[in-house]
């Protein structure tokens, strides 16, 4: 009896920060959701406007998730170093910066400054994806999943919102002498600076600080096993790397699949007479379904294992493949579904790899480790959105969406592989 008093005294201040932490996290993801949205929408558009060419289409997405890998660095570093805090901040303030600077190209009709632009913007995707790990930096290990999850889907809410307001923006823009397509970079802008001042304000304390200290407290405390914060023994090191691997593998596939599929589909519907509205619905639906299912997908993961859910995903994925492949060329609707179905199976990828890395990697580097594999995630993201232009000028957009759901199967072995090395 007497070891146990002490952990609820110390548990109970722990769940009133991450209360307030998640608080905090949610209301900047809702922001930073809409500005993520804007380059979905209308980048590849705008670059294929000022280019004139659809196999360079796939180029702003290429030239965004390279600037997300670079960023997932800094904000690692920064994190590690000084806490979550000023990391995120940081990264959404580049964001908003990287936002202005696509308006400038815009409006001067400079592909060069168009692209460095797009660079610091996908400082925000990063910081995006990043701040779900600060979720669950004061979860205990039986709720990290949901808890990462919770901050996914607070995404939908801007994330949805973003493209629906594309037309909106677009004429707000004409209004003010910019191009149409540059629009929604104006509430991109706005959004993310938003963002950044929400968590340089209220998020205190820094989630990824106090769970240090408490986990010193306890390390020290003679009642209590050195481990997590609540007793449970830490992974055994030598089981941490491969399960590091298995974890980036599966956001990996997840994230050059979902990019590749989602940046050309957009521009295929251009192509086939399909106008701005219908491709921000479309997008709507799909970012919808790559935040929405965030808690049910952390429920799932904790209580039946993030391996299952793994797998779950490259099913997905392949059924979005396919049905993208087979859509008709004038029907909304098929596109909306196999987008809804791309943006599902990316995000069990992604719960379910953010769980199994959080488990692995304990508290002392989590966050430099937590950034080294998102720049892994950002680099396949480039990689997916630069390859999808060329394959869909070389071979067409069916070829594109069914050689993406195939690869998805490759994250089957890797969990095989990873269930039978336990």
Avoid: C, K
Wanted: hydrophobic letters at 55%; zero cysteines; aromatic letters at 4%.
């Amino acid at each position: 009896m007497t070891t146990d008093v002490p952990a609820r005294i110390e548990d109970l201040p722990r769940r009133q920060a991450q209360r307030r932490s998640l608080i905090v996290l949610v209301a900047a993801q809702v922001l930073s959701g809409a500005g993520l949205a804007a380059g979905v929408t209308v980048g590849a558009l705008l670059a294929q406007d000022m280019l004139g060419s659809t196999g360079l289409a796939g180029l702003p997405s290429a030239v965004g998730t390279a600037g997300s890998a670079l960023a997932a660095v800094a904000v690692g570093r920064v994190s590690q170093a000084h806490g979550r805090r000023p990391g995120l901040a940081a990264g959404y303030l580049a964001g908003a910066v990287g936002s202005v600077g696509v308006i400038a190209a815009a409006v001067a009709g400079s592909p060069v400054l168009l692209f460095l632009a797009l660079f610091v913007y996908g400082a925000g995707t990063a910081t995006n994806l990043l701040a779900r790990y600060a979720g669950a930096d004061l979860a205990a290990p039986a709720h990290r999943a949901r808890a990462a999850s919770t901050v996914l889907v607070a995404t939908t809410l801007g994330g949805v919102a973003g493209p629906s307001l594309a037309a909106p923006t677009g004429h707000l823009a004409h209004a003010l002498g910019i191009p149409d397509l540059a629009g929604p970079f104006l509430l991109a802008g706005a959004a993310y600076a938003l963002a950044a001042s929400v968590l340089a304000i209220w998020l205190r304390p820094d989630p990824l600080r106090l769970a240090r200290a408490l986990e010193a407290e306890a390390a020290a405390a003679p009642y209590r096993q050195p481990g997590d914060a609540d007793g449970r023994p830490r992974p055994a090191v030598e089981r941490r790397r491969p399960a590091v691997l298995v974890g980036a593998l599966i956001m990996v596939v997840t994230q050059l699949i979902m990019v590749a599929i989602m940046t050309m589909t957009p521009v295929h519907m251009h192509d086939h007479g399909h106008g701005a509205a219908a491709s921000g619905l479309m997008i709507a639906v799909h970012i919808g379904a790559m935040y929405l299912p965030s808690p049910l997908t952390g429920w799932l993961a904790d209580r039946y294992g993030s391996l299952t859910i793994a797998a779950a995903s490259g099913s997905a994925l392949l059924a979005a493949g396919v049905v993208a492949a087979r859509a008709p060329d004038d029907s909304v609707a098929s596109f909306a579904v196999a987008l809804a179905l791309l943006g599902l199976g990316w995000n069990l990828g992604l719960v379910s790899g953010t769980a199994i890395i959080t488990d692995a990697v304990p508290l002392a580097t989590r966050a430099r480790t937590q950034g080294l594999v998102d720049v892994s995630v950002s680099i396949a993201g480039a990689t997916g959105g630069l390859a999808s232009g060329l394959v869909v000028a070389v071979a067409g957009y069916p070829v594109l969406a069914i050689g993406g759901g195939v690869l998805a199967l490759a994250i089957v072995p890797a969990v095989v592989a990873a269930a039978r090395s336990r």
